[in-house]
């Protein structure tokens, strides 16, 4: 399955190559797929999709075998971790993006919710399915929210987490648009510029 996007443009480190399916993309038709790891996720991105300057390959086989490592908290888990450990809080009123950035380490990146979604959108970043994965950044406007959008931080099990919108506490609800009347204009992965906790 698709677990991520890299955007283009990325340099990527290609750990190791197989084969897979054939696939055609901008560099021809190949079924290399290199292992590689981008925003705290390691998966499989195929050969035509990536500019090495050649049609061989440039990375060491996969080994059949793999030692599986010790489970680790990604940036994604430890933004949720601390996004539910702030439910019930006060100090976030009408803080909705600021709110979003702390869980991920980080300040001042986007004025507001509806900025932070446009430049999300501009650089190809936004999804639009309705089962954003955990510590995704999901975004929706509505009448209350004055024009700024909101953002809520996906828990991962349908759940979400966002600071005040209409008032100061910080909740977790199951609803994907939590203003009556809001519209969802989608979701997307934390920047990867964004340090994490």
């Known amino acids: ?17 197989t084969s897979g399916p054939s696939v055609t993309g901008p ?13 705290g996720q390691t998966g499989y991105s195929s050969d035509a999709w990536i500019y090495t300057g050649t049609s061989a ?15 680790t908290a990604t940036r994604e888990t430890k933004a949720v ?13 009408g803080l909705c993006e600021r709110f979003a950035e702390n869980a991920y380490g980080t300040s001042g990146r986007y004025p507001s919710a509806i900025s932070a979604f446009y430049a999300l959108r501009n650089a190809g970043q ?6 954003p994965p955990k510590g995704a950044l999901v975004f929706s406007k509505s009448a209350v929210d004055r024009g700024y959008g909101h953002v809520q931080v996906a828990v991962g099990d349908g759940s979400f987490v966002s600071g005040g919108m209409g008032n100061p506490t910080v909740k977790r609800t199951w609803r994907l648009v939590p203003g009556a009347g809001g519209t969802f204009l989608g979701w997307a992965p934390a920047p990867s510029s964004w340090p994490g906790r």
Do not use: E, F
């Open 27 to 39: 560099y021809g038709a190949s079924s290399m797929w290199y292992r590689t790891a981008w925003a």
């Open 1 to 17: 399955p698709i677990i991520s996007c890299i955007p283009y443009g990325t340099y990527v480190a290609l750990q190791c190559v």
């Open 57 to 71: 390959a440039v990375a060491p086989g996969c080994a059949t075998t793999t030692t599986v490592p010790a489970p």
């Open 126 to 131: 936004m999804r639009y399915t309705t089962n």
């Open 81 to 93: 971790n601390w996004a539910l450990s702030m439910v019930g809080s006060q100090n976030y009123p």
